[in-house]
C-alpha cells in the first residue's frame, strides 16, 4: 500500500512546506497529529478503552479533522447502551447522508430492537440505506407483527435465511408462534436448514420455540445421533423429524452410516418428503467429498419427493448447487443431464440468474437435444441462454462465448471521464474520507466507506472515482470500483499492470507467461504491495512466512529481515519461482497451479484423483468455495491480461486443458516438499 495524501502524494506536499516555510510546516505538524489521534481512537475502540477513546476523540475535534466523525462514531458506539435517542440523531443531523450516518442507523436499530422500542424503531427504519442487516429486518418485520400488518411471508423467509443466532430472528419466529402464523412446519424446516448448514445451536432455538420437545431428545438426535437412531422409533411427527436431524448430523461424519439409518424399514421409515430431504444432505456431502455416489443419493432423493413438491423441495440453493456439481462429474450419463436441469430448476429465482447455473443448464440442454424429440428448439433455447450471458470478461462468459464460436475482443474503450466528473469524484466527502484512512492503514473502515460511497453512481461516476483511486495508487479501491460498471467498461482501470516491469522480469525469470501472473496478482492483492493477511502472508504475492523461507533457502535469496518479503521485486522472485514449481509438479495445469496456489499443492492433488473430468467440471467441483472462485477469477483473468499484453491469444478452455485427472503414468513422483 503506497502511503499518499488524499488529494497529492507526500512528495508535493514536502515541495510545499520547503517552498512556503514554517506556516505549512506547522500545518502539516498539526495535520500529522490529527492523523495520530485518529488511529489512536480507533485503537482505543478496538481494546473498549473509553478512557483513552474519549481523549483521543476530543484531540480529532479539537484538530476539526475530516476523520472527526469516524471518531465521533466509535466514542458513541462504546456507550451505546447508554445513549439517550436525542444524542443519536444530533450525530444524524452532523453528518447527514455519510456512510457513519447509515452505520450508526444500522447499530442503534439493533439497539433499540433490543430495548423492545417498537415505535423509535418502526421511525427511523425506513430511513436505513443500507438496509443489508438480516437482524435490524426481523425487528423490523416484529415491529410491523405487533403492529397489526400482515407479515407471515417476509417473516419465515427471514426467519429460514438467518444463519447464526440472533435476538431479532428468534424473537421474530416466537412472537409468529405465539399468534399461530407459524407452526411446527415452519419450526422443524428452520430446524433442517440449521443443521444443514452446521448450525445446531440454531437448531436447538429453534425447536426449543415449540415448548413440547423433551431437550434430552433433541441433545441425543444432534450430540449422539446413531443412539437416537438406533433406540427410539414411532410415527409421531417429533420422532420423525428427530431421527431425520440425526441422519443429517450423521451424514457430515459419513455418509455410508447416515444412508444406512434413512434405508431403515418398519417404524423407522420416514414419510416421502422428509426422506427426500435427508437423501438430498446425504447427497450433498457425498458430493463435497467427491464421491461418485453423490448423483445416485440425489436420484433418490428427487424419486421420494411428493409429486406436489418436486417442483419446489425447499431445499437449500447450496444444496442443489452441489447437486448440479456432482451430476457434473458423471456427466456421461444422459439420466445425469436431466438432474442438472431438475437442480437448476429448483433454486431460487436469484441463484437461477448466476452465470455459473445459466451455463450448466444450456449445456444439460444441448446435451439431452442430441437424443431427444424436440432437438432444435431446445438447441435454441440453450444457444439463447449463452448469448444472455456470454462476453469477454468472466470465467462463465469466456466459456460461452467460445461456446458460441466467438473470436475474442476486449470490450471497446469507454470514454475518460470528463473534467466535470473528475472534479465532482475529487469533491467527494465519502471517497475522501476513505482515502485518508486507507493512508492511515484503516483499510476495512476505508473500503466500508468508499463502497457506501460508490452506492446509486452511474457508470460515468463510478469510472471517475476509480480514475481518482488509481491515480494515487490504491489499486484495490480502483479496480473494485471500476468492476461495478456494466455498460461503460474502462479495461484499463479492471485490469491494470502497477509494477509490470518487475512483474515481467520475474515472469521471465521464471520461465512463467506473464499474464498469469498478473492474473493470480490481481486476485491475490489487488496489487497492493503492503498487504497482509489475518494467516500472514505477505506481499504482492501473499507468500506465507515459511513458504517464503523455503523457497529463499532454494533459491539462494538472502532474507536477514522478515519484512524485506514484502519488497515488490523480492516478493515476486520468490512468488513466481514457487509458482513455477507448482506448475511443473502439476503438469503445467493453470487450473491445478492456482488450486495448489491458493489451497497448498496437496489439495488439488486429492481432487483431481476419480474420474477424467472436463477441466471446466473438475473447476466446479472444488470443494472449497474460496478455492474454487479463486481458480476461476485467476484463470478468467489470465485471459484478460494476455490481450492487453497483446501476447498470442489462448483461449480459456485451452488454459484449463481438456481434462483434468489423475497423475498420467511417466510422469514421475510428486514433489512433496513443495510447501
Known amino acids: 500500500m503506497h502511503h499518499v495524501f488524499p488529494s497529492r502524494p507526500r512528495w508535493v506536499l514536502a515541495t510545499l512546506v520547503l517552498a512556503m516555510g514554517g506556516a505549512c510546516a506547522t500545518a502539516d505538524a498539526q495535520a500529522l497529529a490529527g492523523d495520530t489521534s485518529v488511529v489512536e481512537a480507533r485503537e482505543a475502540a478496538r481494546k473498549r478503552d473509553k478512557p483513552k477513546l474519549s481523549s483521543a476523540t476530543a484531540a480529532v475535534k479539537a484538530a476539526h479533522h475530516p476523520l472527526a466523525p469516524w471518531a465521533e462514531y466509535w466514542e458513541l458506539l462504546s456507550r451505546l447502551p447508554t445513549v439517550m435517542p436525542d444524542e443519536v440523531d444530533a450525530f444524524y443531523a452532523r453528518w447527514p447522508g455519510s456512510y457513519l450516518e447509515d452505520r450508526l442507523r444500522n447499530d442503534w436499530l439493533l439497539e433499540l430492537g433490543r430495548r423492545r422500542e417498537w415505535a423509535l424503531l418502526a421511525k427511523d427504519l425506513p430511513r436505513f440505506r443500507m438496509n443489508d442487516d438480516r437482524e435490524v429486518t426481523c425487528y423490523g418485520l416484529l415491529a410491523d407483527h405487533l403492529s397489526g400488518k400482515e407479515v407471515r411471508d417476509a417473516a419465515r423467509a427471514a426467519w429460514w435465511a438467518q444463519r447464526e443466532l440472533d435476538d431479532g430472528c428468534h424473537q421474530l419466529a416466537s412472537a409468529m408462534l405465539e399468534a399461530r402464523k407459524f407452526g411446527p412446519d415452519e419450526v422443524w424446516r428452520k430446524a433442517r436448514h440449521a443443521i444443514d448448514a452446521h448450525r445446531p445451536g440454531a437448531a436447538r432455538a429453534a425447536i426449543a420455540l415449540l415448548g413440547q420437545v423433551p431437550v434430552k431428545d433433541v441433545t441425543e438426535a444432534l450430540d449422539q445421533p446413531i443412539r437416537y ?29 447416515a444412508a444406512e439409518m434413512l434405508e431403515a424399514r418398519g417404524q423407522g421409515t420416514l414419510p416421502p418428503a422428509l426422506a427426500a430431504w435427508g437423501w438430498a444432505s446425504i447427497g450433498r456431502q457425498a458430493a463435497l467429498k467427491l ?48 438432474l442438472v436441469q431438475r437442480m437448476t430448476s429448483a433454486m431460487s429465482a436469484g441463484e437461477q440468474a448466476n452465470p455459473t447455473w445459466i451455463y450448466w443448464r444450456a449445456r444439460a440442454m444441448q446435451a439431452r437435444a442430441a437424443t431427444g424429440p424436440a432437438g432444435d428448439e431446445a438447441r435454441a433455447e440453450a444457444r439463447r441462454l449463452l448469448e444472455s450471458i456470454a462476453g469477454p470478461l468472466g470465467f462463465y462468459p469466456q466459456l460461452a462465448a467460445e461456446d458460441l464460436g466467438w473470436p475474442y475482443a476486449l470490450p471497446a474503450p469507454a470514454a475518460a471521464p470528463t473534467a466535470t466528473e473528475r472534479d465532482a469524484a475529487q469533491q467527494s466527502p465519502g471517497l475522501s474520507r476513505a482515502l485518508h484512512l486507507a493512508r492511515l492503514g484503516l483499510r476495512d473502515e476505508a473500503r466500508r466507506e468508499w463502497n457506501f460511497t460508490l452506492r446509486g453512481m452511474s457508470d460515468r461516476e463510478l469510472l471517475a472515482a476509480a480514475q481518482r483511486a488509481c491515480e494515487l495508487s490504491d489499486w484495490q479501491l480502483c479496480i473494485n470500483t471500476s468492476d461495478r460498471t456494466r455498460q461503460d467498461i474502462d479495461v484499463a482501470s479492471r485490469y491494470p499492470m502497477p509494477y509490470a516491469h518487475e512483474v515481467a522480469l520475474a515472469a521471465q525469470s521464471a520461465g512463467l507467461e506473464p499474464a498469469f501472473v498478473f492474473g493470480l496478482i490481481r486476485q491475490e492483492t489487488r496489487f497492493m504491495a503492503q498487504l497482509r493477511s489475518s494467516a500472514g502472508a505477505t506481499g504482492l504475492m501473499q507468500l506465507m512466512p515459511a513458504t517464503a523461507r523455503w523457497v529463499a533457502k532454494r533459491t539462494g535469496t ?56 472436463e477441466a471446466a467440471v473438475w473447476a466446479e467441483n472444488i470443494p472449497f468455495n474460496e478455492t474454487r472462485d479463486y481458480v476461476k477469477r485467476v484463470l478468467s483473468n489470465t485471459v484478460v491480461y494476455a490481450a492487453l499484453l497483446k501476447t498470442p491469444a489462448v483461449a480459456l478452455k485451452t488454459r484449463l486443458g481438456q481434462t483434468i485427472g489423475p497423475r498420467e503414468v511417466g510422469a514421475g513422483v510428486a514433489n512433496t516438499e513443495l510447501p
Do not use: C
Not at 506448475?583 to 486429492?606: E, V
Open 229 to 257: 437412531v438406533r433406540q427410539h422409533v414411532g410415527a409421531t411427527r417429533m420422532r420423525q423429524e428427530l431421527r431425520l436431524l440425526a441422519v443429517l448430523r450423521l451424514a457430515a461424519n459419513d455418509t455410508d452410516v
Open 291 to 338: 464421491s461418485l455416489e453423490a448423483p445416485g443419493y440425489f436420484e433418490r432423493a428427487w424419486n421420494s419427493l411428493p409429486a406436489a413438491e418436486a417442483p419446489s423441495p425447499g431445499w437449500s440453493d447450496e444444496t442443489l448447487a452441489w447437486g448440479v456439481r456432482s451430476a457434473l462429474r458423471v456427466a456421461s450419463q444422459p439420466q445425469r443431464w436431466a
Open 558 to 613: 538472502e532474507l536477514p529481515r522478515a519484512d524485506q518479503v514484502f519488497d515488490p521485486a523480492i516478493n515476486l522472485k520468490l512468488g513466481t519461482t514457487y509458482l513455477k514449481l507448482v506448475l511443473d509438479d502439476l503438469g503445467g495445469s493453470q487450473p491445478l497451479a492456482a488450486a495448489a496456489y491458493n489451497a497448498g499443492p496437496g489439495r488439488p492433488r486429492r481432487w483431481r484423483e476419480g474420474p477424467r473430468l
